[in-house]
């Protein structure tokens, strides 16, 4: 009678392990893919975000004539420093081809400065709707005002050169 019990337990053990590790891959594997597919994709996450797809109209005079890339951006947030190098590269490759606006919304002081800047810039809608939302960092037509990508905490430097060389290829 002993054998069986025994057998019948680790039967029922091995089986337990087996489910709680398949659960706990299909979990992380469903976890990993979501995560990469709300770094991607544009305003998805927020439907009403989804429907933003322009910034109000044309962008100031002094932003014309190239891509705009705007960046919501503070000092203590953990996705803007993840973005941070892959920014600072665009920087560098695109110097003179685009323009590049970092809107800091870091605390009070600085929203106030950087609302005035956003304003003058044809910015503002943009920044009332996602002065919440660091991390963010939108393509801009400036002469439409038409967002030409959306991106939350995306690192992938790919990503922004696919949408900047075309909309340089539209210029």
Known sequence: MHKHANFWLKICLSSLVFTVSTVATTSA?????????????????????AKINSVGGPLAKELQG????????ATWCAGCKNIAPTLSQLKQEYSGKVNFVVLDVTDKAKLRKTEAKAKKLGLGKFLAANKSKTST???????????????????????????????????
């Open 66 to 73: 190239k891509p705009v890339v705007v960046d919501v951006f």
């Open 137 to 171: 960092v939108a393509i801009v037509d400036p002469a439409t005002g038409n967002i030409l990508a959306l991106y939350q905490n995306n690192a992938n430097k790919a990503d922004y050169k696919k949408i900047l060389e075309t909309a340089l290829a539209n210029n």
């Open 29 to 49: 594997s469903i976890s990993a893919t979501e995560a990469q597919s709300s770094i991607t994709k544009v305003a998805q996450a927020n439907p009403g975000a």
